[in-house]
């Protein structure tokens, strides 16, 4: 039952996206991702496809071990895909442009720096529910929807950080490709099924 929770926790934070209509994208971002608090030196990183309107999300953990999301950016659709003993499931969400929106408020600060090549400008976040303000770094050549979170921003974020009910994470752009990734790259597999979340909890509930 844990193990599912954790599952339920990793839809619902990669599932959360919102859009605008700028510039399209496409290619590779790679992050590292530190958890601050409490503080774990378990490594993890999260690889993102962009092309147009698709992307690819996978996270990478020793503990979790992989996980992956396919988006439809402009039909603001998502499917997370996840193995378990039941089964091979691609559990559809719609994107909830709202809450995106809810959760933080940002003001933009003079100052810069450097990050993966990228000049990166600077910015002051406040998220709901959390006294401390952070400071973010990220492009504005980039277009925020194709992150994995705070898509309202003015730009892509560099470096970031999420404060969940598990902690406190410190996302850090190690590396920006420019190319064009393959279709296939975001298609759902033919051995997935298509599942609402609803079904996904039914289906691995059960004996």
């Known amino acids: 039952m844990q193990k599912l929770a954790i599952i339920l926790f990793s839809i619902l934070s990669l599932s959360c996206f919102s859009q605008k209509n700028k510039a399209a994208f496409s290619g590779e971002l790679l992050y590292n991702i530190e958890k601050l608090s409490p503080a774990d030196s378990t490594p993890s990183k999260m690889l993102i496809y962009a092309k147009d309107s698709l992307l690819k999300v996978i996270n990478f953990s020793s503990i979790l071990g992989r996980q992956e999301m396919i988006k439809h950016l402009r039909l603001e659709r998502s499917y997370v895909l996840v193995t378990t003993t039941k089964g091979k499931f691609a559990i559809k969400n719609k994107a909830n442009s709202t809450a995106d929106t809810l959760s933080y408020s940002y003001k933009?600060?003079?100052?810069?720096k450097r990050i993966a090549g990228i000049r990166a400008k600077r910015l002051e976040v406040s998220m709901k529910g959390v006294d401390k303000k952070?400071?973010?770094?990220?492009?504005?050549?980039?277009n925020a929807k194709y992150g994995a979170a705070y898509q309202n921003l003015p730009g892509l974020v560099l470096e970031y950080f999420v404060a969940t009910d598990?902690?406190?994470f410190k996302y850090i752009i190690e590396d920006i490709s420019f190319n064009e990734p393959p279709l296939s790259l975001f298609m759902i597999p033919d051995d997935f099924k298509k599942v609402s979340l609803e079904e996904f909890v039914e289906a691995v509930s059960n004996p």
């Open 108 to 112: 933009k600060k003079f100052g810069s």
């Open 166 to 168: 598990k902690g406190l």
């Open 134 to 142: 952070f400071i973010f770094y990220y492009t504005p050549k980039i």
